[in-house]
C-alpha cells in the first residue's frame, strides 16, 4: 500500500532563517505531488504541484520554492523565511490520471515563524 | 475556473443527532467532487468521491453525501453523529476535462462540534 511522509511535524523558526520540508511516498511510481498551506479561515492554498522530476508549477507567487529531486520527493524550501509564512504545510500525492484522482495527504508540517 | 463555497464556518450538532453539511460548487461540466475530514494537526483524510453515476454516494465512517446538478451541490450526511466525528470538514472539485494535474480546488471547510 502507499504512504506518504511527511517531517518534521513541527518547526520554530526565525524570522530571516531558511526553511527545508520534506516529503516523500512509498507503494507508487511517478505520482503527482502537491505542497498545500492552511492558514485558519482560509482552507487549503495550493502552493506547487509537480508532475515528475524537475517540474514544478507553481501557483502563488511568493517567498517559498519547491524541487522534486526525486520521483518521490518534494521539497519544499525558502531562503529567508517571513512571518506570513507561518501556517501548516500539507504534501500530499495522487495517481496520473487526471482530475478525478483524490489527494492523499501527509500529516502536516505545522511552521511558526518568529 | 472551479470554485467552492461550504457556507457554514461552524456546525454544532448533538451526539446521537443526525448531521447535513452544505457544500456548492462552480464547475462548466460535471465535476468530481470529494469530501475530506481533518482532525486537529492532522492531514485530511478522504471520506468519499463522485466521478459519475449513482448520485448518492457512500463514504467511511457511515458518510454519505448527494450530488445535485441542479442545485450544483454536493451535501455530506450522516443519520447519527457520534463524539468521534468533530472535526473539519472540507469539500473539493476536480478538473473532469481531462486535465486536473493541479490538483483539487478546495472549499474553506466547516467545523463540526458535537454536543453531548
Known amino acids: 500500500s502507499q504512504t506518504i511522509h511527511q517531517w518534521p511535524a513541527t518547526l520554530v523558526q526565525p524570522v530571516g532563517s531558511p526553511l527545508s520540508l520534506e516529503c516523500t511516498v512509498e507503494g507508487t511510481s511517478n505520482p503527482n505531488l502537491y505542497w498545500y498551506r492552511q492558514a485558519a479561515g482560509r482552507g487549503l492554498q495550493l502552493l506547487f504541484y509537480s508532475v515528475g522530476i524537475g517540474q514544478i508549477s507553481s501557483e502563488v507567487p511568493q517567498n517559498l520554492s519547491a524541487s522534486r529531486p526525486q520521483d518521490r520527493q518534494f521539497i519544499l524550501s525558502s531562503k529567508k523565511l517571513l512571518l506570513s509564512d507561518s501556517g501548516f504545510y500539507l504534501c500530499a500525492w495522487s495517481v496520473q490520471t487526471g482530475g478525478g484522482s483524490p489527494l492523499h495527504f501527509g500529516n502536516g508540517t505545522r511552521l511558526t515563524v518568529t | 475556473a472551479q470554485s467552492v463555497t461550504q457556507p457554514d464556518i461552524h456546525i454544532t450538532v448533538s451526539e446521537g443527532a443526525s448531521l447535513e453539511l452544505r457544500c456548492n460548487y462552480s464547475y462548466g461540466a460535471t465535476p468530481y467532487l470529494f469530501w475530506y475530514v481533518q482532525s486537529p494537526g492532522q492531514g485530511l483524510q478522504l471520506l468519499l468521491k463522485?466521478?459519475?453515476?449513482?448520485?448518492l454516494v457512500q463514504g467511511i465512517k457511515g458518510f454519505e453525501a448527494e450530488f445535485k446538478r441542479s442545485q450544483s451541490s454536493f451535501n455530506l450526511r450522516k443519520p447519527s453523529v457520534h463524539w468521534s466525528d468533530a472535526a473539519e470538514y472540507f469539500c473539493?472539485?476536480?478538473?473532469?476535462?481531462?486535465?486536473?494535474?493541479?490538483?483539487?480546488?478546495f472549499g474553506k471547510g466547516t467545523h463540526l462540534i458535537i454536543q453531548p
Open positions: 463522485y466521478f459519475s453515476g449513482d448520485t
Open positions: 473539493a472539485v476536480g478538473d473532469s476535462s481531462g486535465g486536473g494535474a493541479d490538483g483539487l480546488t
